[in-house]
């Protein structure tokens, strides 16, 4: 069954850089949820997005903005890269109809900001 | 973390034991659900509790959920090795398409052969 795509898998930036993390949610699942993972923390939340909408926000910096496309697709772009925004930077993908917000992680995109 | 604690943060037991974890959370829920974790990959889930269920049953595993408490526990029976994983709870306030699921810290449970 086809998962949940997260590019790139890893990514090394310089401070002050900008980065574009990409999502491809389930087939038919119309909602994306964009989390960040520091070294042994628990998974922040930092966005998502319901039928291209943007749902709910969390604790996503100001200098990170993300939309879902037409397609479904999703982007995080972060720009103004700090050493603290290295980390593991998860989407997830669930579907409206389930009643349920039952998320399907991708495998993460690891940013190293040096 | 902005909702669930949980109890203890690190666990360590021999094959065939049971695991119990415990998560504590803050503000009203719509349900509640575990995820698991391998060491550095995304997360999975494992059982999701409605807030107007007790308790609910999956394959080895078996969630309790006390609203007026505000806490759930997780049980593993039986262990294997290949339960090593870190386990986090999540609460959904809402059930809504779209609503920030809120996870706590997690327990790292370590099971040796």
């Known amino acids: 069954a086809a998962g949940v795509i997260q590019s790139p898998r890893h990514l090394i930036k310089e401070k002050r850089e900008t980065a574009t993390l990409k999502c491809y949610p389930i087939p038919r699942h119309d909602t994306v949820y964009w989390y960040q993972q520091g070294p042994g923390q628990d998974p922040q939340f930092l966005i998502s997005f319901y039928e291209k909408m943007q749902s709910d926000k969390g604790s996503i910096p100001d200098r990170f903005s993300a939309q879902q496309f037409s397609d479904y697709h999703s982007e995080l772009n972060m720009s103004s890269l700090e050493l603290g925004d290295s980390a593991l930077y998860f989407c997830?993908?669930?579907?409206?109809?389930?009643?349920?917000?039952?998320?399907?992680f991708g495998a993460g995109s690891r940013l190293t900001v040096l | 973390s902005q909702q669930g604690e949980e109890d203890p943060q690190a666990l360590s037991i021999q094959e065939g034991e049971n695991a119990t974890m415990n998560c504590s959370y803050k503000t009203s829920i719509n349900n509640l659900q575990w995820y698991r974790q391998n060491s550095g990959r995304g997360l999975v889930h494992l059982i999701l509790i409605r807030s107007n269920e007790r308790e609910k049953h999956s394959g080895r595993l078996r969630v309790t959920l006390d609203t007026s408490k505000k806490s759930s526990s997780l049980l593993i029976t039986a262990s294997r090795a290949a339960d090593t994983a870190s386990y986090f709870c999540?609460?959904?306030?809402?059930?809504?398409?779209?609503?920030?699921?809120?996870f706590g810290k997690g327990t790292t449970l370590s099971v040796s052969s």
């Open positions: 997830a993908s669930s579907s409206g109809l389930t009643g349920a917000n039952v998320l399907t």
């Open positions: 999540a609460t959904d306030a809402w059930g809504q398409a779209g609503t920030a699921l809120i």
